[in-house]
């Protein structure tokens, strides 16, 4: 079964309170077996325009990717990603 991913292009507009939503969203998404394979980091837009921080998360599934969006507990603290960030966030099947 191919893995999922959450991949979100996000540019922060409030850095004082985005914090929080990295430090509660953690265990959330990994209850739903996420592996942070990119967060934040050093990064170069090479073509196009993209936000400023980017994030790649995998999961088992693609199921899984959805699942963990749509859990209540991780919609609650993403509020705090809308209220503190421009965002756009992802979900994709992986390859074989």
């Known amino acids: 079964m191919p893995k999922g991913y959450l991949i979100c292009h996000i540019t922060v507009t409030d850095p004082e309170r985005y914090p929080e939503y990295i430090r509660r969203d953690t265990p959330i998404l990994e209850a739903h077996g996420a592996k942070f394979v990119v967060r934040g980091g050093t990064s170069e837009t090479l073509e196009g325009e993209a936000h400023k921080r980017h994030v790649v998360i995998e999961f088992p599934s693609y ?34």
């Not at 749509?70 to 756009?88: C, H, K, L, M």
Request: hydrophobic fraction near 45%.
């Open 63 to 96: 199921e899984a990717a959805l699942a963990a969006y749509n859990d209540p507990a991780y919609q609650e603290v993403a509020e705090i990603r809308r209220a503190s960030a421009e965002s756009t966030v992802i979900v994709v099947e992986g390859a074989g």
